[in-house]
T-cell receptor, first 115, second 114 residues
Framework: GAVVSQHPSWVICKSGTSVKIECRSLDFQATTMFWYRQFPKQSLMLMATSNEGSKATYEQGVEKDKFLINHASLTLSTLTVTSAHPEDSSFYIC???????????FGPGTRLTVT | AQSVTQLDSQVPVFEEAPVELRCNYSSSVSVYLFWYVQYPNQGLQLLLKYLSGSTLVESINGFEAEFNKSQTSFHLRKPSVHISDTAEYFCAVSGYNQGGKLIFGQGTELSVKP
């Protein structure tokens, strides 16, 4: 149980295009999902908190107009990287909160490369 | 606000040797503490967590961590490591009533050699 999937697992796109990443909780409902960004050999940086049915809460320094988050249902959150640039290349990981702060389950990550 | 410091970026050890991965945190509120493991090009897997109660927590694969409030530490230990334990380990903290937000340490790369 408690499986979180992400799609796609990797994507290559051209500079200026937009990319959508999906995060799904497969066997449970998640009112809260989180989006993280991880650079090579570095830690995870929290980008935003996604709550079902409401606007996402972004961390300081994260551009909300560039990283659009939608949490349309209790099992799906999406992250859209708009007008992507090479510096947006990174490993994006989502997680779902299963016990209101007691535990998060992580997706396998999506590797984005912008050329 | 919370912060986490993992004191060692890399820890090389030989197979069957004991290992300790160090983690210290700071917080103005009470916290929940976690250790996650990440294998190459994969997401994170929960290794163990401290929420309350006994300060010594154990995982199913032989790791243990002890919450030390006075030293604000949550070090991870294993008495005998295997090659398969080679991975990146992250310590994380979540403050009470912080909506579940996790703050991660920088990570420790554990490399187990035969």
């Amino acid at each position: 149980g408690a499986v979180v999937s992400q799609h796609p697992s990797w994507v290559i796109c051209k500079s200026g295009t937009s990319v959508k990443i999906e995060c799904r909780s497969l066997d449970f409902q998640a009112t809260t999902m989180f989006w993280y960004r991880q650079f090579p050999k570095q830690s995870l940086m929290l980008m935003a908190t996604s709550n079902e049915g409401s606007k996402a809460t972004y961390e300081q320094g994260v551009e909300k107009d560039k990283f659009l988050i939608n949490h349309a249902s209790l099992t799906l959150s999406t992250l859209t990287v708009t007008s992507a640039h090479p510096e947006d290349s990174s490993f994006y990981i989502c997680s779902a909160d299963i016990q209101q702060g007691y535990e998060q389950y992580f997706g396998p990550g999506t590797r984005l490369t912008v050329t | 606000a919370q912060s986490v410091t993992q004191l060692d970026s890399q820890v090389p050890v030989f197979e069957e040797a004991p290992v300790e991965l160090r983690c210290n945190y700071s917080s103005s509120v009470s916290v929940y503490l976690f250790w996650y493991v990440q294998y190459p090009n994969q997401g994170l897997q929960l290794l163990l967590k401290y929420l309350s109660g006994s300060t010594l927590v154990e995982s199913i694969n032989g790791f243990e961590a002890e919450f030390n409030k006075s030293q604000t530490s949550f070090h991870l230990r294993k008495p005998s490591v295997h090659i398969s334990d080679t991975a990146e380990y992250f310590c994380a903290v979540s403050g009470y009533n912080q909506g579940g937000k996790l703050i991660f340490g920088q990570g420790t790369e554990l490399s187990v050699k035969p």
